[in-house]
């Protein structure tokens, strides 16, 4: 029962995303396979429409390119297999295997799901320069990358945790 609910919950998640055409679920036993499209379409709605569908917090962060504390959102210290999808638009964006622990205090990944679910662009806020994270089809500021992450991509993408919502399930294939 457990696993048709997340099934459904899937199915549901992946025609929001994509659209009925072009998300592929298929169930053998426990596993599940999420089959991405080869494109990602971009989503754009106005600010009042991302007002009404995003809690205040992770509009600040996503849209306002807002920054939570660190060891305060809910994601830091998750050490539960699945995937962290775009909290705005549900786009899967990284598998669990690839998180890590890089003591900052914020969800920090080494390697996205896909190269293109984000896009990256220059962040020169703070009197600084970094690389901003970016989802790839909304334009939601996930975090910033930084090239002092482990091997073997040597990046560490780090993430606000309101920026995310996680999909539990060790079983979770993704092509």
Same mark, same amino acid.
């Given at each position: 029962?457990?696993?048709?609910?997340?099934?459904?919950?899937?199915?549901?998640?992946?025609?929001?995303?994509?659209?009925?055409?072009?998300?592929?679920?298929?169930?053998?036993?426990?596993?599940?396979? =999420?089959?991405?499209?080869?494109?990602?379409?971009?989503?754009?709605?106005?600010? +009042?429409?991302?007002?009404?569908?995003?809690?205040?917090?992770?509009?600040?962060?996503?849209?306002?390119?807002?920054?939570?504390?660190? %060891?305060?959102?809910?994601?830091?210290?998750?050490?539960?297999?699945?995937?962290?999808?775009?909290?705005?638009?549900?786009?899967?964006? %990284?598998?669990?295997?690839?998180?890590?622990?890089?003591?900052?205090?914020?969800?920090?990944?080494?390697?996205?799901?896909?190269?293109?679910?984000?896009?990256?662009?220059?962040?020169?806020?703070?009197?600084?320069?970094?690389?901003?994270?970016?989802?790839?089809?909304?334009?939601?500021?996930?975090?910033?990358? %930084?090239?002092?992450?482990?091997?073997?991509?040597?990046?560490?993408?780090?993430?606000?945790?309101?920026?995310? +919502?996680?999909?539990?399930?060790?079983?979770?294939? =993704?092509?």
């Amino acid at each position: 029962m457990k696993s048709n609910w997340f099934l459904l919950t899937l199915c549901v998640t992946a025609q929001l995303i994509y659209g009925q055409e072009t998300a592929q679920v298929h169930q053998s036993g426990d596993a599940v396979k =999420l089959e991405l499209p080869s494109a990602i379409n971009p989503l754009h709605l106005s600010d +009042e429409e991302w007002k009404k569908k995003l809690d205040a917090e992770t509009y600040y962060i996503m849209r306002e390119r807002g920054t939570e504390r660190s %060891f305060t959102g809910k994601y830091w210290d998750n050490h539960e297999n699945g995937i962290y999808i775009c909290n705005a638009c549900k786009l899967p964006l %990284f598998k669990s295997e690839t998180k890590f622990e890089s003591g900052t205090g914020w969800p920090s990944f080494y390697d996205p799901l896909r190269k293109d679910v984000l896009s990256v662009a220059k962040d020169n806020s703070h009197g600084m320069t970094r690389n901003e994270v970016l989802c790839a089809r909304c334009k939601g500021h996930l975090g910033h990358v %930084f090239d002092d992450g482990p091997k073997p991509t040597g990046l560490r993408y780090c993430m606000n945790s309101a920026a995310l +919502e996680f999909i539990p399930n060790g079983k979770l294939k =993704l092509k």
